[in-house]
């Protein structure tokens, strides 16, 4: 059986300077220490899931905070069998987390962060509107009841979705959750902004929420989507049986690769049509790699990534 794997999830908006000399250090130790995932990097802070062995991961977020001269630095973790990651990525990006809006006071500005344990009795406040910050193909796989869904594909259609939804709701009460917190402290940071006084936000977003309220209680309904190989997660955090369509990057689960139009590694209902065959040809070759791969017990690092 393989050694158990430490995952780590973290964020921190904290202004940084000399992001390639940072990116180069923070390459340089994570490759020392075996750590795998992706961070990236913004003069906004940093945001980033990483994982290793359970003895390296802890010890690399504390120097993570103390190089970076981070105060306090929230990190999730979680357990897995495998590393969830293909290889190791450490990117300068605009933004850490995009939604494409200059001006974002999330330092400062940012909406009422709840614990888990007092969020059930806020989102079943009849005057609270609950909002589901993340996009539609995760909130596909699940959300709290009575959530609103924005039908959002990415998180740039976010400030449009709040300037038409929150016209005529200046007076409402908004509780907010995405899926580690980092969406919400924008979003949140963006509906104040914009007039919104009352605005609460599930602290740490559901990984947390369901590390702490155990299912007897849970106002959770279906599995979370991750930005790694897990895909996706059940109630006690564990992979929920999900994959990755690689033709169109969407979540499918048993009904989907039950399909004719289901092919491994090519292409799920949701894409079949869609997808060009030189594009199908070309993830064909991808997989048979992967396979060949499997079989001689190596390791294939030609798959792109879940994309964010």
């Known amino acids: ?55 390296v991961i802890p010890s690399f977020m504390d120097w993570l905070k103390s190089h970076l001269e981070i105060d306090e630095l929230p990190v999730s973790f979680t357990q897995a069998k495998d590393i969830p990651f293909y290889r190791l990525k450490v990117r300068i990006k605009k933004e850490i987390v995009t939604m494409g809006v200059e001006d974002v006071r999330t330092s400062e500005n940012t909406g009422c962060h709840v614990s888990p344990e007092d969020w059930n009795s806020l989102i079943e406040d009849p005057d609270v509107l609950v909002l589901d910050a ?35 709701n200046q007076s409402k009460k908004i509780a907010m959750f995405c899926t580690g917190g980092i969406r919400c402290e924008k979003a949140s940071a963006l509906l104040r902004q914009a007039g919104i006084d009352e605005v609460y936000q599930l602290q740490g977003g559901i990984i947390n929420y369901l590390k702490r309220v155990p299912r007897s209680k849970s ?78 017990g190596a390791t294939h690092l030609g798959d792109p990534g879940i994309k964010r």
Not at 140 to 147: I, K, R
Request: charged share 30%; proline share 5%.
């Open 1 to 55: 059986m393989s050694e158990i794997t430490c995952i780590a999830g973290f964020y921190k908006f904290t202004p940084l300077t000399r992001l390639p000399l940072i990116r180069s250090e923070v390459l340089g130790r994570a490759r020392r220490d075996g750590v795998w995932g992706t961070i990236l990097l913004a003069e906004e802070g940093i945001n980033g899931t990483v994982a290793g062995a359970p003895q």
């Open 134 to 168: 993340r996009n539609d193909y995760e909130i596909a796989l699940g959300s709290f009841d009575g959530a609103e869904d924005p039908h959002t594909k990415t998180f740039k259609e976010w400030p449009a979705y709040i300037r038409e939804r929150m016209s005529d």
């Open 219 to 296: 106002r959770w309904k279906g599995d979370c989507f991750v930005f790694d190989e897990r895909v996706a997660l059940d109630h006690e955090l564990n992979p929920s049986g999900h994959e990755l369509c690689r033709g169109c990057r969407y979540p499918i689960g048993q009904q989907e690769r039950a399909s004719k139009k289901y092919e491994t590694g090519v292409s799920c209902p949701r894409c079949f049509d869609s997808v060009p065959q030189e594009r199908k040809a070309a993830f064909r070759e991808r997989q048979r790699q992967v396979e060949l791969a499997e079989k001689t």
